[in-house]
């Protein structure tokens, strides 16, 4: 401990893990999400508050009301962990005999697959954020670069090697179409981008509608709201081979090179330098010779581009068709990922951690639901919880009597509202 | 020291928490194997079990025979997208489901794919009938509503006061559609059979006849299934066109439409779909002149009960007047005698095959 005292400009490893560093404030909100969980599990599950009514209906009442309790929540957040990342006992299982590996890695491979299209979309968003803009509208554009992508997939003819690039382009095209248009009149008018893109979701399910219910792309001999699905060229094929029963697809490498193109974007190139300056402080960059305006406009680009890709990775990689459902209500990605953006601090990395955390808690709701009975909304209050938590680390830092908040775990939100 | 002592304070809090959740999840693995009853298990579409529509009945149909055999036990789990679906019923596979209902066309082919991949499995389908391999379990609940459709424009037809109706649907689906065709063929029977001339607004059928799959023509639809102010505006607009009667397929949007005819007043009614309106809306009974009823959940218990006794048939169900799959009844408003017996006569025409539900057959005037 004593160089703890000894070396005063950079102190050890631990300390600086145990003071509010994002990750630690990061963790505890997770803990505080799922302490919250737990006291909804307990004032609604029936079988909880019947066992705390009777606890003077004998002299084991309130041993038995927190057995009760202890093994309702238990089997909530047991059945949420076994069913988004492994099931211990399963994986012994296969393990020993070899059997049922299937059964093993379907929940990591679920949590992969909701994971994939989130966190492509969720860096586009951040991307935007780093520049100081609020894409709101990264669902639209995500459903625009779904139908873009699975009208390029699945009406025309190819074979893969040509198919499925020009299958992801179409959907990065489409979003970014969706995305230019606010990033313009952002630019050139000062139309703010918020009001607009938001909007613009409205336009992009229009067109969904429209488009699932006209006849090109209609999927042939239906009159319901569903599309044509995707050649099997255009799909993004199962990782470990249709017939491993595991949806987690070859999305995952597209969403890896998203990743390192954002990181090499954001950290290395002087594009990114740009976004970052002009999201710090728009004015120091425009008095340093930025371009404001080639700025914006690249940003939504590329943030359109990667909702779209998303949008299109999602059909590719699960259901292969659209229909008018696609990404509406609480399937929204779009809207998810400006909290998993904030979530991930606009960080690349960050955001993997945060879409994987977010796709666990929504696969492992729903094996908790299929288990227990308790709703899956479970998991979103809970996800609700930590961004709420993370959003306010000086609360955190109250509760769990941490030092001193650094910077960087309030530098959150971006300045884009009203400048 | 500070230093220390805060670390202290951090990982004790830390461990405390994560300390409480371990013994809880250990607490569990004990009480985790309950008795073996048989499972129901219902995966909704995107409306989830509270949608007054489709994915209710179905979930009520599991409650129902539950109800009946003891030994049935029932769960749910909701869709927030189409990407959802193979995942829930795969959830549901590997839980051991005696039974599992999907619900509606948009699971077919998940319904499908995993019907082909366990074909040991029994699996119900509402308003869907998917292309599965031979030996699989699958049992298709479908439901030839435009029957019931049809006495239901027999009895505007016949209610009305300004020989005018009117009628409008969600989105122009199938399952939509069949209902209003058959509501628009009642209405036409009902002027030729009884030489009268009522006019039907909202619906004009296309050429040939329809089935459960394909039911084309030209209408006026909401565009979705939820905004009531839209169902409001086109009442409002057939009212003012002379409609006094309104048969909304569109959900919630109906209510829409009641509120609408409570700003017309009296003198005009709503036809209710789907679940008795008296039953659903209690409060507004007095406006429901009467309701296509869909038999979802009677076919649905009925499903669930036999797989659970080991009768379980696999192949399509057709709701009909016949098996009462799909009917008209009678809503607050007192219907003469009269208009009962032709009601009555047609129904049973249309039992015995003497009458067609095809509205081309009558043609409009």
Known sequence: MSEVTAAPPRPSLWVRYTSSSPIVVTVFALVLGLV??????????????????????????????????????????????????????????????????????????????????????????????????????ANGQAVIGGISGTVVGSMLHMPTILHLPLTLLAGIA??????????????????????????????????????????????????????????????????????????????????????????????????????RVTGANPSAARASGINARSVIVVAFLISGGLAGLAGVVQVASTTHYIDGGFLIGNAGIGFTAITVALLGRNKPMGIVWAALL?????????????????????????????????ATPVLVKEIFRLRGVSTASVQLATTGWGS | MGRIRRLTTVLGAGTLVLGTLTVSVAATTMSASAASKFKACVVTDTGGINDKSFNASAYAGLKDAAKKDSNISYTYLSSTSSADY??????????????????????????????????????????????????????????????????????????????????????????????????????????????????????????????????????????????????KTDTTTFFSEGADIVFPVAGSVGLGSIAAAKLAGAGHSVMWVDSNGCVADKADCKWFVGTVAKGVEPSVEAAVL????????????????????TALEYGGITVPSALKSKIATAKAGIIAGTISVNPNKYPAK
């Not at chain 1, 606890?55 to 009301?65: L, N």
């Not at chain 1, 639901?369 to 998991?379: M, N």
């Not at chain 2, 991949?117 to 435009?146: C, M, N, R, W």
């Not at chain 2, 909202?202 to 459960?212: D, N, Q, S």
Request: proline fraction near 4%; charged fraction near 10%.
């Open chain 1, 358 to 390: 977010f796709a666990a808690l929504g696969v492992g709701g729903r094996n908790m639901q299929a288990a227990t009975g308790i709703p899956l909304d479970l998991a979103t209050v809970i996800q609700s919880v930590i961004v709420l938590f993370v």
């Open chain 2, 86 to 231: 193979a995942p829930n019923i795969n959830s549901f596979i590997s839980k051991n489901c005696g039974i599992i209902v999907t619900v509606g066309f948009l699971m077919d082919q998940a319904t499908a794919k995993a019907a082909n991949a366990h074909p040991s499995q029994k699996f119900a389908i509402v308003d869907d009938a998917p292309k599965v391999k031979k030996g699989t379990h699958v049992s298709s609940l479908q439901y030839e509503t435009d029957q019931a459709g049809f006495l239901g424009g027999i009895l505007a037809a016949g209610m009305s006061t300004t020989s005018t109706v009117a009628t409008y649907g969600g989105q122009p689906f199938p399952s939509v559609t069949l209902y209003m065709n058959g509501f628009v063929a009642g209405v036409r029977y009902y002027d030729k059979t009884y030489s009268k001339s009522v006019k039907v607004l909202g619906w004009t059928p296309a050429k040939g006849a329809c089935t459960l799959a394909v039911c084309n023509g030209k209408g006026t639809f909401v565009g979705n299934f939820t905004d009531q102010t839209a169902g």
């Open chain 2, 306 to 325: 036999s797989a659970a006794k080991g009768t379980f048939a696999a192949g399509t169900y057709v709701g009909t007047l016949k098996n009462s799959g």
């Open chain 1, 174 to 275: 489409g979003g970014m179409i969706c995305g230019a248009v606010p990033g313009v009149l952002k630019a050139y008018t000062g139309a703010h981008e918020v009001i607009v893109t938001l909007m613009f979701n409205y336009v992009a399910y229009a067109f969904l509608l429209f488009m699932v219910l006209s006849t090109p792309f209609q999927q042939p001999g239906q009159q319901n709201d569903i599309s044509r699905t995707m050649d099997p060229s255009a799909q993004l094929a199962p990782l470990f081979g249709s017939s491993s029963g595991l949806r987690v697809s070859f999305g995952v490498f597209v969403a890896a090179l998203v990743v390192a193109f954002a990181w090499w974007l954001l950290n290395r190139s002087s594009l990114g330098f740009d976004f």
């Open chain 1, 36 to 137: 919250v969980g737990a006291l909804i599990i307990i004032t609604t599950t029936p079988a909880v508050l019947d066992a705390w009514r009777a606890i003077f209906h004998g002299w084991d009442g309130v041993p038995h009301a927190l057995n009760v309790t202890f093994n309702n929540v238990g089997a909530a957040y047991r059945s949420m962990f076994t069913g988004s990342i492994v099931d211990p006992q399963g994986f012994w299982h296969s393990l020993v005999t070899g059997k049922g590996w299937t059964n093993t890695l379907t929940p990591i491979s679920e949590t992969f697959t909701y994971a994939t299209p989130l966190v492509i979309v969720s860096i586009g968003v951040g991307i935007a954020f780093q520049t100081g803009l609020f894409n709101i509208g």
